[in-house]
């Protein structure tokens, strides 16, 4: 059962684009929510993450707007560059039975050109 | 500073073969989590360990086994391999002192496992 829907699979924008990912989830024990990055033959590297009493974080040049009401939050990368091209995972994590698990969307391929 | 490291980076096995991978955790972090991740979809939890007890277990099978070590050190092991079983198995780590703090996962590189 997916937990954490994530959209779009894959997005390209030109350099200097702001890409928006977006995730929605239904479980509202869900208490952090994390947005990892991934490159082709790396393990996933934290880039910013948020609590549900906040709804907006930035970090840098990335963003993360959550909106508790709808269950849904969103990562946003301002002034793209081809650096940035990876694969971005939204999750989530309740905190029960003592441990705190993540639990992943399916992904966002994102490219961006030069 | 050394991140999380896995041994070994790629394993090919056969079907109905064992399998153990192998994770180091950063230094002082005392927890260790461990994923499944299939090519094209997002990690799946599978084990969370601390001070060498098992805290939480996601939905896989009982040939999928952990244990953690004094030195916080952790193993996977995999029995009967499927060819489903093929995937980027990932390890994070974390302080794990308050089980009540949502932590920080630091994720290693992976052993990418194929099962033929």
């Known amino acids: 059962q997916q937990q954490v829907k994530q959209s779009p699979q894959s997005l390209i924008v030109q350099k200097g684009g702001i890409p928006i990912i977006n995730c929605a989830y239904e479980?509202?024990?869900?208490?952090?929510f994390p947005w990892y990055q991934q490159f082709p033959g790396k393990g996933p590297a934290l880039l910013i993450a948020?609590?549900?009493?906040?709804s907006e974080k930035k970090e840098g040049r990335f963003t993360i707007s959550f909106n508790k009401s709808a269950k849904q939050f969103s990562l946003h990368i301002m002034d793209s560059q081809p650096g940035d091209s990876a694969t971005y995972f939204c999750?989530?994590?309740?905190?029960?039975?003592?441990?705190?698990?993540?639990?992943f969307g399916a992904g966002t391929r994102l490219a961006v050109h030069p | 500073d050394a991140g999380v490291t896995q041994s070994p980076t790629h394993l090919i096995k056969t079907r109905g073969q064992h399998v153990t991978l192998r994770c180091s955790p950063i230094?002082?972090?005392?927890?260790v989590s461990w994923y499944q991740q299939v090519l094209g979809q997002g990690p799946q939890f599978i084990f969370q360990?601390?001070?060498?007890?098992?805290?939480g277990r996601g939905n896989f099978p009982d040939r999928f086994s952990a244990r953690q070590f004094p030195n916080y050190s952790s193993e996977l092991n995999v029995n009967a391999l499927l060819l489903g079983d093929s995937a980027l198995y990932l390890c994070?780590?974390?302080?794990?002192?308050?089980?009540?703090?949502?932590?920080?996962?630091?994720f290693g590189p992976g052993t990418r496992l194929l099962v033929l």
């Open positions: 994070a780590s974390s302080w794990g002192g308050r089980a009540s703090l949502q932590e920080t996962q630091y």
């Open positions: 479980n509202t024990a869900f208490d952090y």
């Open positions: 948020i609590r549900p009493d906040v």
């Open positions: 999750a989530a994590s309740p905190f029960s039975g003592g441990y705190n698990k993540l639990i």
């Open positions: 230094s002082g972090h005392k927890s």
């Open positions: 360990y601390y001070e060498k007890e098992e805290r």
